[in-house]
């Protein structure tokens, strides 16, 4: 999906897995029904933020390869 607004609705955010006590960002559809993760998991919550905005940006940018 190159050069399309595809992820237009879409937002960013982070979760907490307690097991392994690390953050992983994420880009989800504002109707919840998509939702794809960061491959990395971070220690630092704002490194996840900041990997979330990161995997937007991809996405819009056509560059997402599991879209």
Same mark, same amino acid.
């Given at each position: 999906m190159t050069g399309t607004d595809a992820y237009d609705d879409w937002h960013t955010g982070v979760e907490f897995d307690r097991e %392994?006590? %690390?953050?992983?960002?994420?880009i989800k559809h504002n109707e919840g029904d998509k939702l794809?993760? %960061?491959d990395e998991s971070f220690a630092d919550k704002g490194d996840a933020a900041v990997a979330a905005s990161d995997l937007l940006d991809a996405a819009r940018s056509g560059k997402l390869e599991s879209a």
């Open positions: %392994t006590r %690390t953050w992983r960002g994420f794809h993760l %960061t």
